[in-house]
């Protein structure tokens, strides 16, 4: 990742959360719901541009014994394809190995955008045996 960018094991602000959400594609959400999911992640990090604005983002919902899920995978698009997203993973990936007892099983759902990233990184896809299956309540 350029040094014109830094990265901080934290979650964005609620403003930031719902803009990087909103300006990456992924799909909008609610003020209500940004406020309850920041705090109830296991793990989030942010990055930010040397010009103050937040950039990027990805956090980790988990148990922290054995399952962890990632999730808002985000770089808005002026600032992709800078390494931001890989850095992100890196960062999320090496806090479950710090503080996981070893057989960690990580989990996401793999938007296009985000296959190559996730196969670098070492993901393979679950399909044909399990396939991911969805709920909106
Ligand atoms: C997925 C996403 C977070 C990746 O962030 P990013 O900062 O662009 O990622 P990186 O620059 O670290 O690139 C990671 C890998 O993606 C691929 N990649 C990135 N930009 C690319 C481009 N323009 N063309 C082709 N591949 C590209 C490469 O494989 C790259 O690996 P490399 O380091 O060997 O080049 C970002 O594209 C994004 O926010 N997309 C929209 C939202 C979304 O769909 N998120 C995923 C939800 S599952």
């Known amino acids: 990742m350029h040094r ?15 803009r990087l959400r909103a300006e990456s594609g992924l799909s909008p959400r609610t ?10 992640a296991w793990a989030s990090c942010h990055v930010t541009h040397a010009n103050g604005e937040t950039v990027g983002m990805g956090r980790v919902l ?26 992100v993973m890196t960062a999320l990936l090496q806090r479950i190995r710090e503080a996981a ?11 296009p955008p985000g296959r190559p990233l996730y196969l670098k990184h070492g993901f393979t896809e679950t399909a044909p045996d399990s396939i991911g299956m969805a709920l909106t309540l």
């Open 4 to 18: 014109d960018y830094e990265l901080h094991p934290t979650p964005p602000s609620t403003d930031d959360y719902l």
């Open 62 to 87: 988990g148990d922290g014994g054995w399952y962890f899920h990632i999730v808002d995978m985000a770089v808005l698009p002026e600032h992709q394809g800078r390494g931001i997203g890989g850095a």
């Open 101 to 111: 007892p070893p057989g960690a099983f990580v989990t996401l759902l793999a938007d």
């Open 31 to 40: 003020p209500e719901q940004a406020a309850a999911a920041l705090p109830g």
